[in-house]
C-alpha cells in the first residue's frame, strides 16, 4: 500500500513563528503535493513538486514556501506564520501528472496559529 | 474544468447498497470522473475512476451514463465505516491538481 506520512496530527504555534510541515512517501512518486482545507472552501492547492528540487506555485502559494531536497520528502514551510493559516493541511502525492493517476493523500496536519 | 453537482447529504442502512448520484453536464471528452472520500479529521481516499465505461474494485463501482452527463458511485454493502463525505470530481488529462466541492455528506446508519 502506498503510504503518504505527515510529520504532525495537530499542531499550535504562535503568530510570527516558523512553522515547517514534513511529507514522506514510500512509493517512489515523482509528483508531491501540498493543499489547504478550509470549512466552505473546500480544498485548495498551495504549492507542488514535480521532481526533487522542482516546485511550481499552486492557487494559494502566498505566505509559503516549499522545499524538496529528495524524492521522498516534500516540506511546507510558513515563514511567518500568521492566524489566517490556521487550517487543515494535506500532503498528497501520485506516480504521474494528469490523469489516470489518483492522489494519495496523508492523514493532514491541523494547524493553529493564535 | 467541469463542475460537479451532488446532493449534499444522503442516509443509508447499514449493509444496503449506497447510490451517490454526481451530475456533470459539461463534462469534455478528454476529462476522468473521480471518486475521493473524506472520513472525519483524515485525509481524502481515492475510491475509483473513470472515463466512459463502467467500472468496479473492492471499495465501489462507478456507473457512467452513455452522454458521460452523470455519474453514480455505488458502495454495494455499507457499513458504519463508510460514513463520510463523498467527493464527485471531474479532472482532464493533464490536470495535476485537485478540486473538491463540499461533497455528499453520507450517514450509514445501524
Known amino acids: 500500500d502506498v503510504k503518504v506520512t505527515q510529520s504532525s496530527r495537530y499542531l499550535v504555534k504562535r503568530t510570527g513563528e516558523k512553522v515547517f510541515l514534513e511529507c514522506v512517501q514510500d512509493?517512489?512518486?515523482?509528483?508531491m503535493f501540498w493543499y489547504r482545507q478550509d470549512p466552505g472552501l473546500g480544498l485548495r492547492l498551495i504549492y507542488f513538486?514535480?521532481?526533487?528540487?522542482?516546485?511550481e506555485k499552486g492557487d494559494i502559494p502566498e505566505g509559503y514556501s516549499v522545499s524538496r531536497e529528495k524524492k521522498e520528502r516534500f516540506s511546507l514551510i510558513l515563514e511567518s506564520a500568521s492566524t489566517n493559516q490556521t487550517s487543515m493541511y494535506l500532503c498528497?502525492?501520485?506516480?504521474?501528472?494528469?490523469?489516470?493517476?489518483?492522489?494519495?493523500f496523508g492523514p493532514g496536519t491541523r494547524l493553529t496559529v493564535t | 474544468d467541469a463542475k460537479t453537482t451532488q446532493p449534499t447529504s444522503m442516509d443509508c442502512a447499514e449493509g444496503r447498497a449506497a447510490n451517490l448520484p454526481c451530475n456533470h453536464s459539461?463534462?469534455?471528452?478528454?476529462?476522468?470522473v473521480y471518486w475521493y472520500r473524506q472520513i472525519h479529521s483524515q485525509g481524502p481516499q481515492y475510491i475509483i475512476h473513470?472515463?466512459?465505461n463502467n467500472e468496479t474494485n473492492e471499495m465501489a463501482s462507478l456507473i457512467i451514463t452513455e452522454d458521460r452527463k452523470s455519474s453514480t458511485l455505488i458502495l454495494p454493502h455499507a457499513t458504519l465505516r463508510d460514513t463520510a463525505v463523498y467527493y464527485c470530481?471531474?479532472?482532464?488529462?493533464?490536470?495535476?491538481?485537485?478540486?473538491f466541492g463540499a461533497g455528499t455528506t453520507v450517514t450509514v446508519r445501524a
Open positions: 470530481i471531474v479532472r482532464s488529462f493533464n490536470d495535476y491538481k485537485l478540486s
Open positions: 459539461t463534462i469534455s471528452g478528454n476529462e476522468y
Open positions: 473513470g472515463l466512459k
Open positions: 513538486s514535480y521532481d526533487v528540487k522542482m516546485k
Open positions: 498528497a502525492s501520485t506516480p504521474g501528472t494528469g490523469s489516470p493517476y489518483e492522489q494519495y
Open positions: 512509493m517512489d512518486h515523482e509528483n
